[in-house]
């Protein structure tokens, strides 16, 4: 009995033992290349994939956090020199007013400067209203 008369007698063998052979073959030419054909994650691959991801989230919230700090620190500055701004504004009106009690222009820089000090405090305090 030869070899072409047992494979044709067990096709179903012949079949499975040249798709054993195949696949053999194809692993090893992976193997030979450096290639893995099944990237199996261990569990330390995840952990420093988890550990990564939590370090980059926590940069990020820093960085935003002290971008935050920043534009508080803007805004309080900015509003110190708004605040000096009306101040004088209303203090000239004041003064206006004291020398020409009936200046319209002066009672109009003294109302304008009143509303915007009203305004900057209401930020200051966190309220919704413009």
Excluded: C, Y
């Amino acid at each position: 009995m030869g070899i072409m008369s047992t494979a044709r007698e067990n096709p179903l063998w012949t079949s499975l033992a040249a798709g054993a052979v195949t696949l053999t073959s194809i692993i090893g030419g992976f193997n030979a290349l450096g290639i893995d054909p099944i990237p199996w994650a261990s569990a330390g691959d995840i952990e420093a994939v988890r550990k990564e991801g939590a370090d980059r989230d926590e940069k990020i919230v820093k960085t935003i956090q002290a971008i935050q700090d920043e534009q508080k620190a803007l805004r309080k500055e900015s509003n110190e020199l708004l605040r000096d701004f009306w101040q004088k504004r209303l203090d000239e009106a004041n003064e206006d007013l004291r020398q020409n009690p009936s200046s319209r222009t002066a009672k109009r820089q003294k109302q304008e400067a009143e509303a915007a000090l009203e305004k900057i405090d209401r930020q200051e305090a966190g309220s919704p209203h413009p």
